[in-house]
């Protein structure tokens, strides 16, 4: 007898929704699929991804995706003169910590680990090349491992009774 495509990952997902007390409606929608395919998946007719298994581990530990607060035209334009000038040697990093600039920060390595948009290749090859290549040598260098907690602290020096 022939096993189902996704017979573990069914078993996972119809135990996360049952444990969870969710509708399928409800659960696709938390999974940001449509209800047909996770009735695919729950049936073992199709393997239920990596991601959508991994997503139901974090929803089942407690944890949810909150919305991403929209960037503005005014963020979104430094961002890309950041990874621009970043590409050409410029140390924005440096200054984003020196001057304490977490939002900045954050949203230089957001688009450091995520890269360009793939559609503007498609709309202006050109001009995806320049921030590609930057977002690549940001990789290489390893700033997309960079941690913000950490970068955001103040020197030890400065905390009351801190060594120096």
């Known amino acids: 007898m022939e096993a189902?495509?996704?017979?573990?990952?069914?078993?996972?997902?119809?135990?996360w929704r049952r444990d969870a007390r969710l509708t399928r409606p409800a659960a696709s929608a938390k999974l940001g699929i449509s209800d047909r395919m996770l009735a695919y998946y729950e049936s073992g007719v199709r393997a239920v991804p990596r991601a959508i298994l991994l997503a139901v581990k974090a929803l089942a530990a407690g944890l949810d995706v909150a919305e991403p607060e929209p960037m503005t035209r005014e963020r979104w334009v430094t961002v890309v003169r950041d990874v621009m000038d970043y590409g050409t040697g410029v140390p924005v990093v440096g200054r984003m910590l020196r001057e304490r600039d977490r939002r900045r920060l954050e949203d230089f390595l957001t688009f450091i680990r995520r890269g360009p948009d793939p559609a503007l290749a498609l709309t202006d090859p050109a001009l995806f090349m320049s921030p590609r290549s930057a977002t690549t040598r940001a990789q290489v260098s390893g700033i997309a491992q960079y941690r913000m907690r950490a970068a955001m602290e103040p020197d030890r020096a400065e905390k009351p009774g801190g060594r120096t």
Not at 4 to 15: E, H, I, N, S, W
């Open 4 to 15: 189902k495509a996704g017979t573990l990952g069914a078993v996972a997902l119809r135990r």
